[in-house]
């Protein structure tokens, strides 16, 4: 019903920057929090921002103040822009989105993309 395509992955130096987009598509109502986790190499899922779609944001600490959240609400899009990568940034980054269906207007889903993979090496 509802389907969340990832784009912006890649590898960059520390101190680059790269930016992800997570478009959402499908039989969508509203959305109502977007946003972005990421897995490291033998670690657990993290969430990295959120955003609400009064445009509310959530940084992890780890992120804050290099990492951006953003969403474009007619276009059911998010985005995160990544400033001054450090190699700890390297993980897969995943979105989601808190999802209303026109289906069902009285509950809310929550939808993942696939993941992209953000590499941060010298």
């Known amino acids: 019903q509802v389907q969340l395509v990832e784009s912006g992955g890649g590898s960059v130096h520390p101190g680059g920057s790269l930016r992800l987009s997570c478009a959402a598509s499908?039989?969508?109502?509203?959305?109502?929090?977007m946003g972005w986790y990421r897995q490291a190499p033998g670690k657990g899922r993290e969430l990295v921002a959120e955003?609400?779609?009064?445009?509310?944001?959530n940084y992890a600490d780890s992120v804050k103040g290099r990492f951006t959240i953003a969403r474009d609400n007619a276009k059911n899009t998010v985005y995160l822009q990544m400033n001054s990568l450090k190699p700890e940034d390297t993980a897969v980054y995943y979105c989601?989105?808190?999802?209303?269906?026109?289906?069902?207007?009285?509950?809310?889903?929550?939808?993942w993309g696939q993941g992209t993979l953000v590499t941060v090496s010298s």
């Open positions: 955003i609400t779609r009064s445009d509310s944001t």
């Open positions: 989601f989105s808190k999802v209303v269906l026109y289906s069902n207007v009285g509950m809310q889903y929550d939808y």
């Open positions: 499908g039989s969508i109502f509203s959305i109502n929090a």
